[in-house]
C-alpha cells in the first residue's frame, strides 16, 4: 500500500470482499458498485490519516458500516477499525471483516447503546447515514460522543437539503425525495422504509452536533467527486451508461463550476465534531 490512499487501493479491498466465497452470489455486483463512491472513502480516510501523529495507529468506529468498506479500508492503512451496524449486514460481513482485522459488531443504534466503553476511540466516521434515520439522530451522537476519547473527532458526510439541484427540483415543481415509485412500492410491505426519512443543511447539522457536546471543527459543503464514477463506468466496469448514470456525471460535472466559487449549492454537508478534552 502507499503511504497516501488512492482509488486504486480502495478498489482493490472492494474486489476482494466480492469475491470471497461468503458473499451471496447475488450480491459482488451491488459490492463493486462502492467502487463509484470510493472518493468519499478517501476524502475521509485521508483526513484520518493527516490529523493522526506519525507512528500511531489510530482507533476508528464507523458507524452504519454496511458491508464494512471504510472499516476494512483503514485497516489496511492501519487503523484499529471497529464497525457496527443491523443485524442483516453484521451477520453477513461481520466474520469477513473479522478475518481481515476489523470488529464488526451488530447494533441497532436507534434502540441500543453502541457496544463499546466510553473514550475507546480517536475517530468516528458517521457517513451517509444519519439521513436514513427515521428518529433524531440524537441519542447516536450522544452514545457516539460517549465512546469518544477526549480529543477525539467525528466526521459526519449526508446530503445538502439546500443545494441548487435541489432548489431548481422544486422550482420546477418537483420533488426532492426519493423516487416515488420506490418510496410507494419497493418499501410497501416493510415496517421501516430504509430510504432518506430527513436530509439536512448546514445550519442543522451544526446544531445537531452542538447539542451533543461536540465542538464544530468543521461544516462546509463539499462536491461528490467526479474521478471515481467516471473511472468505474467508463474504465473498470464499463457497462452500459443509462439515464441516470449522465445525469449523475452532469450534476458532479456542474459540481467542478460551484466548488471553486464557494457557493453553498454542493450535493453534500462534510462536518467535523470534536469531543473537548478535560
Known amino acids: 500500500m502507499t503511504a497516501t490512499p488512492t482509488l486504486i487501493d480502495f478498489e482493490q479491498i472492494i474486489e476482494a470482499l466480492a469475491r470471497d466465497p461468503r458473499i451471496a452470489p447475488d450480491s459482488p455486483d451491488w459490492i463493486l458498485d462502492n467502487i463509484a463512491a470510493g472518493g468519499d472513502k478517501l476524502r475521509v480516510l485521508r483526513y484520518v490519516l493527516k490529523n493522526t501523529p506519525n507512528g500511531s495507529a489510530p482507533k476508528l468506529l464507523d458507524v452504519g458500516a454496511q458491508i464494512g468498506a471504510l472499516a476494512l479500508f483503514a485497516a489496511s492503512f492501519g487503523c484499529r477499525a471497529s464497525a457496527v451496524d443491523y443485524r442483516a449486514f453484521a451477520n453477513k460481513y461481520g466474520k469477513i471483516a473479522a478475518d481481515r482485522g476489523v470488529d464488526y459488531r451488530e447494533c441497532d ?91 439536512y443543511t448546514r445550519t442543522e447539522l ?48 456542474l459540481g467542478r463550476i460551484w466548488e471553486p466559487l464557494r457557493l453553498p449549492f454542493g450535493r453534500q454537508i462534510w462536518a467535523v465534531g470534536e469531543k473537548e478534552r478535560q
Do not use: M, W
Open 109 to 199: 443504534v436507534g434502540n441500543q447503546p453502541l457496544p463499546f466503553a466510553e473514550n475507546s476511540f480517536e475517530f468516528a466516521t458517521y457517513t451517509d447515514v444519519i439521513e436514513h434515520h427515521s428518529f433524531s439522530p440524537k441519542r447516536v451522537l450522544r452514545e457516539i460522543h460517549r465512546v469518544l476519547a477526549p480529543g477525539g473527532r467525528l466526521i459526519i458526510t449526508t446530503p445538502n437539503h439546500a443545494s441548487i439541484y435541489n432548489r431548481v427540483l422544486l422550482l420546477l415543481g418537483n420533488t426532492v425525495n426519493d423516487n416515488f415509485e420506490q418510496y410507494f412500492e419497493a418499501s410497501a410491505d416493510s415496517d421501516v422504509y430504509h430510504g432518506h426519512h430527513r436530509e
Open 206 to 253: 451544526r446544531a445537531a452536533l452542538e447539542h451533543t457536546g461536540f465542538k464544530v471543527k468543521e461544516c462546509r459543503i463539499v462536491e461528490e467527486p467526479l474521478g471515481p464514477l467516471l473511472y468505474y463506468f467508463f474504465r473498470r466496469r464499463r457497462r452500459p451508461v443509462s439515464g441516470s448514470r449522465v445525469r449523475n456525471i452532469l450534476v458532479r460535472t
